[in-house]
């Protein structure tokens, strides 16, 4: 379904986002459409089983102020009953289903969100009174309906790098997996240093993500005939094992 459709016909939206990465899994476009609609809605920051204690305090004190902030983790089944709470409470919805619809790029999690939290409750119904004909909904109980389908956010011509980091596109299908893997680097290093150096076995002292790269890549052993690193060996090497949710934030 189109983000505008969505938008249009939900009573709340959830803009859901990777908690790894929140300010690039935002969209401030969508953002200023919702508020445009003025309706309410909540930022699902998604994945953070794959992100530090820390970093999530940090991240919901910063964006709390911008909306309701809800972290949750579809994989480990956390969070699920607080965005529950947070939906009918922002909503602020008496005395009839309450119309969700969920936003994001891909693979930031928007199904697996509406079947967490739908949980048991799921089951599908089509058209409920006063709505639109056909909108096919999800019950996910306590008056609280999903929109079956997201609404998906395109990507931008220069959003390559969200696409790397959201395992949109594989390492090996990235034009600058350098580029990318050095964003990676770049974050680990700002929020979780000790957890990079432990996975890769190194001791990172330069600032620079690139001499990082390297340094990774030479510690792998990812080396061409002359013995200088292959680096977009090591680029490859550090996109798979984020993609696989193998290095926590
Ligand atoms: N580690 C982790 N992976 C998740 C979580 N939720 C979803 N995923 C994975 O993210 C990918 C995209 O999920 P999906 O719900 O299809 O995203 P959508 O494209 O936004 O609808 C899938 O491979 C999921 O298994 C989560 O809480 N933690
Ligand atoms: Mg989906």
Same mark, same amino acid.
């Given at each position: 379904?189109?983000?505008?459709?969505?938008?249009?016909?939900?009573?709340?939206?959830?803009?859901?986002?990777d908690a790894r990465f929140p300010d690039e899994t935002r969209n401030s476009e969508?953002?200023?459409?919702?508020?445009?609609?003025?309706?309410?809605?909540?930022?699902?920051?998604?994945?953070?089983?794959? /992100?530090?204690?820390?970093?999530?305090?940090?991240?919901?004190?910063?964006?709390?102020?911008?909306?309701?902030?809800?972290?949750?983790?579809?994989?480990?089944?956390?969070?699920?009953?607080?965005?529950?709470?947070?939906?009918?409470?922002?909503?602020?919805?008496?005395?009839?289903?309450?119309? /969700?619809?969920?936003?994001?790029y891909p693979n930031t999690g928007k199904s697996s969100v509406i079947n967490g939290?739908?949980?048991?409750?799921?089951?599908?119904?089509?058209?409920?009174?006063?709505?639109?004909?056909?909108?096919?909904?999800?019950?996910?109980?306590?008056?609280?309906?999903?929109?079956?389908?997201?609404?998906?956010?395109?990507?931008?011509?220069?959003?390559?790098?969200?696409?790397?980091?959201?395992? /949109?596109?594989?390492?090996?299908?990235?034009?600058?997996?350098?580029?990318?893997?050095?964003?990676?680097?770049?974050?680990?290093?700002?929020?979780?240093?000790?957890a990079l150096e432990s996975f890769y076995h190194v001791t990172i002292e330069a600032?620079?993500?690139?001499?990082?790269?390297?340094?990774?890549?030479?510690?792998?052993?990812?080396?061409?005939?002359?013995?200088?690193?292959?680096?977009?060996?090591?680029?490859?090497?550090?996109?798979?094992?984020?993609?696989?949710?193998?290095?926590?934030?």
């Open positions: 379904m189109m983000l505008k459709e969505v938008i249009k016909k939900a009573d709340i939206l959830l803009e859901v986002v969508v953002e200023r459409d919702i508020a445009r609609s003025k309706k309410p809605f909540i930022i699902v920051l998604n994945k953070c089983d794959l /992100v530090s204690k820390e970093t999530i305090e940090k991240t919901r004190s910063r964006l709390s102020q911008i909306a309701p902030t809800v972290f949750v983790s579809i994989k480990d089944r956390f969070g699920t009953t607080m965005l529950r709470h947070k939906i009918l409470e922002t909503a602020g919805i008496k005395g009839r289903d309450i119309l /969700v619809g969920s936003l994001g939290v739908a949980g048991k409750h799921k089951a599908s119904t089509s058209p409920i009174s006063g709505h639109t004909k056909g909108l096919q909904l999800v019950n996910a109980g306590s008056r609280i309906m999903f929109i079956d389908t997201p609404g998906v956010i395109p990507f931008g011509e220069n959003d390559e790098y969200i696409q790397g980091i959201l395992a /949109v596109k594989d390492a090996t299908h990235l034009q600058d997996p350098i580029g990318v893997a050095m964003k990676i680097i770049e974050k680990m290093c700002a929020e979780n240093k000790p600032q620079d993500s690139y001499d990082t790269l390297i340094l990774i890549g030479r510690q792998s052993n990812f080396l061409r005939k002359k013995g200088e690193v292959d680096e977009t060996r090591a680029a490859i090497k550090i996109i798979n094992d984020w993609q696989k949710g193998l290095l926590m934030i």
